[in-house]
C-alpha cells in the first residue's frame, strides 16, 4: 500500500531562509540543513509513495540539484510550483522526476503554495465543497486565516519531514469552526 504525504518549502541550498527564519530553521549551514531535511523525507517515507512538494524547492544549481534529488527515496513527485521554482522548466522538472503543477485538486482539497484568501477560499468551500487550502509559503508565520480552511505544510511546521493527511486534518480542528462548513 501506498501513502500520501505533503510537503512544502525546503528551500534546498538557499543560505538566506536559515536568516530568515532564525531559530525556527536550527542550523548551522545550507548543508546541515539539507542533510536534515533528506533524511528526515527518507526515514518518513517508502519508495513508491505520492509526496506533494508545494513549492520553493530549490535555491542551488543543476549539479546540486541533481545530487539533492539522488539522495531523496524514489517517490512520485507532484510538485506546486511558486515564486522561487521559476528558475526551472517543466521540462527540467519532469527530467528529474517531478510532476509540474500551479494548484492541484486532491479529494475535496485544494493545494498551493501561497495560501488562498479567506474570502475566496469560503466561495470554493460553499460552490465546489471544497475542504481546504493546504498551502506552504508562510513558513512559520501566523497567517491570520482560519485553520479550518487552511493548513500551512512548509517544514518548519512539520518538523522538517513530510505529513500526512490525517496529521493536516488535526492541525485543521485546532481551529475554530468555518460558518460554511455543511
Sequence with gaps: MTNTWFISDPHFGHKNIIKYEGNKRPFKDTEHMDKVIIENFNKTVSEGDTVFWLGDMFFCNSKRIEYIVSRLKKTRNIL?????????????????????????????????????????????????????????????????????????????NTDFKPVTMDWINSKRWEGTRNPHWK
Design 80 to 156: 506546486i510550483r511558486e515564486n522561487h521554482d521559476k528558475g526551472i522548466s517543466d521540462t527540467k522538472f519532469r527530467r528529474i522526476g517531478f510532476d509540474p503543477h500551479r494548484m492541484y485538486l486532491y479529494e475535496d482539497y485544494i493545494l498551493t503554495h501561497e495560501p488562498i484568501s479567506q474570502v475566496n477560499m469560503n466561495r470554493l468551500i460553499e460552490e465546489f465543497q471544497l475542504c481546504c487550502n493546504v498551502h506552504g509559503h508562510t513558513h512559520s508565520e501566523e497567517t491570520g486565516l482560519e485553520k479550518l480552511s487552511h493548513v500551512c505544510v512548509s517544514v518548519e
